[in-house]
């Protein structure tokens, strides 16, 4: 087996520091291939976009790796010199935002961004840069992509600031694509489109995607692989069919009965009861103990992760025995 | 865009007509320039001659309205005192003024903008704390202190510069200015300074501010995500976002620097037109006090409309939404 393109080891970011330290990112620990799709779902405030901009070294004052290990191609991330890192962004490792509409700068032009965007890493003469710009907007569907170079930001409607905020991405054909909730502000109809997009290119330049989405549903028709986030820790990761069809935490089982398609027709949804805890009060042992049924004194104990081929949790009461 | 011009046109003139009407008014009410100009031995038969002489003899709407007239005829009255068209002296100073207040501007704007970048980048640092007392002195202090400090350490214990009057003036590019000699430039030196420190002050905390309010936004996250170096955004993404509230105050501003500029000149005795309105002033030389009321409200009239047009070219979204 190879090694994976991105390998991240137990991942802690915080902001702040001593007791009152929020610990955004508690320990995070998944791989992604090459080429491979990896759904990364959790509620609101769970820690995936800190995880993300982490990965980009992306965190600021007073927020930093507290520890862990981010290898991109072998080579550790945290820690690695600014230069580095940013020869890095953009270039091997794209994201794309969740609100389009604050991710461009109003003020200048889509043309000046692309082209900025191309020549912060290739030595190439301004007209290629802008060749480049225009022909990557087209790939995304922008139609008229000459004169939309020209245009602001403010010309755009949301779901095609988005579409520019992939072409961007997309610029220096990265090794990996990092996607956070990169639909959720947008129409319905809109978020289709655009998933199916941003599917359609990854897999055209076999590029690994993260996306990160509070929503099981998206990710269950677009990802290889899950990893389902709970209070800033990953509670359980697998194929979408293990997670899916077999949950093994009662956290995912509970995101699950949550949404409409999986529930069971003609019963009434069944959200997780209570709130996500926040950083600075999360239970001692197993943080999702206060809202789950299955929750006994066990769960007072941190629980260690249980691997059954490919698939993990962290549970002392897990749904399903694994399978012999 | 031309029927935005033409209706902020339209506006300048009323706000021109209303201004001329309290000028007038108001310079009626402070005293006699009668009382000043002849002589106390002269006869009643003499004095009414003058002030027939002067127009002054007649009631007030006769002598408002032959204002009014006159002025549209680029007539702004003689001056009692020099006994010259009060606009001719006007504008025979106005290019001391200006030249004292775009050097203080540009002073103002070369080291305002680097400190308050500075201030903003690196914010409760003792960096930072340095530049934002320096500049709560700048604001707080009267200005006419400022000067007489300014006076005191450089040109009377340092005597490193002269503290009155303009220097030699050469011409460069067909303006004459003192700029164009050392000497000329050591005289304007202290006076600028003076008359930049409280814009100074000002920069520094728009700057300060604008780029921290800038640096946390999303679009700057996404900068770095694309790899951009800090430098280009801060230079290109945050001064370009932050550049237009601060050429706003800016062109506001440069209108009550030449307003302003009464106190500096009057301290530094340079001879521009805030010097003339002072000594116009202690003369009761009416119609000069007049003319510069008349050309300074029409300078900030012009620079408000320039500010409009500026701010439109800068921010995208106002041009557009205007169109
Ligand atoms: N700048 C910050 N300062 C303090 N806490 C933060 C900051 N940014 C994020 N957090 C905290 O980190 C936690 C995870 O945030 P985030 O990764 O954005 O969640 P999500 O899963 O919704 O993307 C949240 O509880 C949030 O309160
Ligand atoms: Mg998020």
């Given at each position: 087996?190879?090694?994976?393109?991105?390998?991240?080891?137990?991942?802690?970011?915080?902001?702040?520091?001593?007791?009152?330290?929020?610990?955004?990112?508690?320990?995070?620990?998944?791989?992604?291939?090459?080429?491979?799709?990896?759904?990364?779902?959790?509620?609101?405030?769970?820690?995936?976009?800190?995880?993300?901009?982490?990965?980009?070294?992306?965190?600021?004052?007073?927020?930093?790796?507290?520890?862990?290990?981010?290898?991109?191609?072998?080579?550790?991330?945290?820690?690695?010199?600014?230069?580095?890192?940013?020869?890095?962004?953009?270039?091997?490792?794209?994201?794309?935002?969740?609100?389009?509409?604050?991710?461009?700068?109003?003020?200048?032009?889509?043309?000046?961004?692309?082209?900025?965007?191309?020549?912060?890493?290739?030595?190439?003469?301004?007209?290629?840069?802008?060749?480049?710009?225009?022909?990557?907007?087209?790939?995304?569907?922008?139609?008229?992509?000459?004169?939309?170079?020209?245009?602001?930001?403010?010309?755009?409607?949301?779901?095609?600031?988005?579409?520019?905020?992939?072409a961007i991405a997309l610029l220096h054909r990265p090794d990996l694509v990092i996607a956070d909730e990169p639909t959720t502000a947008l129409d319905?109809?809109?978020?289709?489109?655009?998933?199916?997009?941003?599917?359609?290119?990854?897999?055209?330049?076999?590029?690994?995607?993260?996306?990160?989405?509070?929503?099981?549903?998206?990710?269950?028709?677009?990802?290889?692989?899950?990893?389902?986030?709970?209070?800033?820790?990953?509670?359980?990761?697998?194929?979408?069919?293990?997670?899916?069809?077999?949950?093994?935490?009662?956290?995912?089982?509970?995101?699950?009965?949550?949404?409409?398609?999986?529930?069971?027709?003609?019963?009434?949804?069944?959200?997780?009861?209570?709130?996500?805890?926040?950083?600075?009060?999360?239970?001692?042992?197993?943080?999702?103990?206060?809202?789950?049924?299955?929750?006994?004194?066990?769960?007072?104990?941190?629980?260690?992760?249980?691997?059954?081929?490919?698939?993990?949790?962290?549970?002392?009461?897990?749904?399903?025995?694994?399978?012999? | 865009?031309?029927?935005?011009?033409?209706?902020?046109?339209?506006?300048?003139?009323?706000?021109?007509?209303?201004?001329?009407?309290?000028?007038?008014?108001?310079?009626?009410?402070?005293?006699?320039?009668?009382?000043?100009?002849?002589?106390?031995?002269?006869?009643?038969?003499?004095?009414?001659?003058v002030m027939a002489a002067l127009g002054l003899d007649r009631p007030l709407p006769v002598q408002f309205v032959t204002f009014l007239a006159n002025?549209?005829?680029?007539?702004?009255?003689?001056?009692?005192?020099?006994?010259?068209?009060?606009?001719?002296?006007?504008?025979?100073?106005?290019?001391?003024?200006?030249?004292?207040?775009?050097?203080?501007?540009?002073?103002?704007?070369?080291?305002?903008?680097?400190?308050?970048?500075?201030?903003?980048?690196?914010?409760?640092?003792?960096?930072?704390?340095?530049?934002?007392?320096?500049?709560?002195?700048?604001?707080?202090?009267?200005?006419?202190?400022?000067?007489?400090?300014?006076?005191?350490?450089?040109?009377?214990?340092?005597?490193?510069?002269?503290?009155?009057?303009?220097?030699?003036?050469?011409?460069?590019?067909?303006?004459?200015?003192?700029?164009?000699?050392?000497?000329?430039?050591?005289?304007?030196?202290?006076?600028?300074?003076?008359?930049?420190?409280?814009?100074?002050?000002?920069?520094?905390?728009?700057?300060?501010?604008?780029?921290?309010?800038?640096?946390?936004?999303?679009?700057?996250?996404?900068?770095?995500?694309?790899?951009?170096?800090?430098?280009?955004?801060?230079?290109?993404?945050?001064?370009?976002?932050?550049?237009?509230?601060?050429?706003?105050?800016?062109?506001?501003?440069?209108?009550?620097?030449?307003?302003?500029?009464?106190?500096?000149?009057?301290?530094?005795?340079?001879?521009?037109?805030?010097?003339?309105?002072?000594?116009?002033?202690?003369?009761?030389?009416?119609?000069?006090?007049?003319?510069?009321?008349?050309?300074?409200?029409?300078?900030?009239?012009?620079?408000?409309?320039?500010?409009?047009?500026?701010?439109?070219?800068?921010?995208?979204?106002?041009?557009?939404?205007?169109?």
């Open positions: 087996m190879t090694a994976p393109l991105l390998d991240v080891r137990d991942l802690r970011t915080q902001f702040g520091t001593g007791v009152r330290a929020v610990k955004a990112v508690d320990g995070v620990s998944f791989t992604v291939d090459r080429g491979e799709i990896l759904g990364l779902v959790g509620e609101s405030g769970s820690g995936k976009s800190i995880t993300g901009f982490s990965i980009l070294g992306l965190i600021e004052p007073p927020g930093r790796i507290e520890g862990g290990r981010i290898l991109f191609m072998g080579e550790d991330l945290v820690g690695a010199p600014r230069e580095a890192l940013r020869r890095i962004r953009g270039k091997r490792i794209a994201m794309i935002f969740q609100d389009p509409m604050m991710t461009l700068n109003p003020v200048l032009t889509i043309g000046t961004q692309m082209v900025e965007a191309v020549l912060a890493h290739d030595a190439v003469p301004r007209r290629t840069a802008v060749e480049r710009a225009r022909d990557a907007l087209g790939l995304v569907g922008i139609p008229s992509p000459d004169e939309r170079l020209k245009a602001y930001p403010h010309q755009f409607s949301g779901g095609m600031r988005q579409r520019v905020a992939i319905v109809t809109i978020q289709s489109q655009i998933l199916y997009e941003v599917r359609r290119l990854a897999d055209a330049f076999g590029m690994a995607l993260v996306w990160i989405s509070h929503d099981l549903g998206v990710v269950a028709g677009l990802a290889d692989r899950v990893a389902v986030m709970y209070a800033g820790r990953i509670v359980e990761t697998g194929t979408v069919d293990d997670v899916l069809d077999r949950p093994a935490h009662p956290y995912t089982r509970g995101l699950m009965d949550a949404l409409p398609a999986t529930a069971v027709p003609g019963d009434r949804l069944r959200p997780i009861p209570g709130m996500a805890p926040l950083p600075t009060s999360r239970p001692d042992g197993c943080p999702f103990r206060t809202r789950c049924f299955a929750a006994t004194d066990a769960c007072r104990a941190e629980p260690v992760v249980t691997v059954a081929a490919g698939h993990e949790w962290r549970c002392h009461h897990p749904i399903r025995e694994p399978a012999a | 865009m031309a029927v935005f011009v033409i209706r902020r046109l339209m506006q300048s003139l009323i706000v021109l007509a209303a201004t001329a009407a309290l000028v007038f008014l108001g310079v009626f009410a402070i005293g006699d320039p009668g009382e000043m100009l002849i002589p106390p031995d002269a006869t009643p038969a003499e004095r009414a001659q002025i549209l005829q680029g007539d702004f009255g003689r001056s009692f005192v020099f006994d010259q068209p009060s606009i001719a002296l006007i504008l025979g100073r106005l290019p001391a003024t200006l030249e004292l207040a775009f050097v203080a501007l540009a002073i103002a704007l070369v080291l305002g903008l680097p400190l308050g970048l500075l201030a903003g980048l690196r914010p409760r640092t003792a960096t930072d704390e340095a530049i934002m007392t320096g500049s709560i002195l700048g604001f707080s202090l009267p200005n006419f202190w400022q000067g007489m400090m300014l006076i005191m350490i450089f040109a009377v214990w340092l005597g490193w510069l002269p503290s009155t009057g303009r220097g030699p003036r050469g011409t460069i590019l067909g303006i004459e200015t003192s700029l164009a000699s050392w000497e000329g430039i050591r005289h304007l030196i202290l006076p600028a300074t003076n008359l930049a420190l409280f814009k100074l002050a000002l920069v520094i905390r728009l700057t300060r501010t604008g780029v921290r309010e800038t640096m946390p936004l999303d679009f700057v996250k996404f900068a770095r995500a694309k790899g951009l170096t800090e430098r280009r955004i801060v230079l290109v993404h945050v001064m370009k976002t932050i550049m237009i509230p601060l050429v706003t105050v800016i062109g506001m501003e440069l209108g009550s620097l030449i307003a302003f500029a009464v106190v500096t000149e009057t301290i530094f005795a340079w001879p521009g037109i805030g010097k003339l309105l002072i000594d116009s002033i202690m003369r009761l030389d009416r119609p000069v006090v007049v003319a510069y009321l008349l050309v300074v409200v029409a300078m900030f009239i012009t620079l408000n409309f320039l500010v409009d047009v500026l701010y439109s070219i800068l921010d995208p979204r106002i041009r557009l939404g205007r169109a």
